[in-house]
């Protein structure tokens, strides 16, 4: 129904900026519900920022103002551009899209029925 591919991702200095990207495979890609996702080890996962079927965001206080998402729905993908990272930074970021229509704040913070697909992962490291 939803496919899912993640990319981006690796290691940077404090300070610096990443990019994630995450191609999704849906029917209407711009009127779907996507978001981001960490889990740092002995962590739970967690939501960090999220995009509307309405284009309403949603970032978690620890991101708000560093993190950016967003969508070019030419290409399917999904973005979130990092900056000012910090060490607790690290962690595997997870993208997750679904075919149905949440707004953002309830796609990330609630939960839905249809939450959907989640890509396989990658490995931000932020170092001192």
């Known amino acids: 129904q939803v496919q899912v591919t993640q990319s981006g991702g690796g290691l940077v200095q404090a300070g610096g900026s990443l990019r994630l990207a995450c191609k999704v495979s849906?029917?209407?890609?711009?009127?779907?519900?996507m978001g981001w996702f960490r889990q740092s080890p002995g962590k739970e996962r967690e939501a960090i920022s999220c995009?509307?079927?309405?284009?309403?965001?949603y970032y978690t206080n620890s991101v708000k103002g560093r993190f950016t998402i967003s969508r070019d729905s030419l290409r399917n993908t999904l973005y979130l551009d990092m900056d000012s990272l910090k060490v607790d930074d690290t962690a595997m970021y997870y993208c997750?899209?679904?075919?149905?229509?949440?707004?953002?704040?309830?796609?990330?913070?609630?939960?839905?029925?249809?939450?959907?697909?989640w890509g396989q992962g990658t490995q931000v490291t932020v170092s001192s």
């Open positions: 995009l509307g079927y309405d284009d309403s965001t």
């Open positions: 849906a029917p209407d890609f711009w009127d779907r519900s």
């Open positions: 997750r899209a679904t075919v149905s229509k949440y707004t953002a704040d309830y796609y990330c913070t609630g939960n839905p029925h249809d939450p959907g697909t």
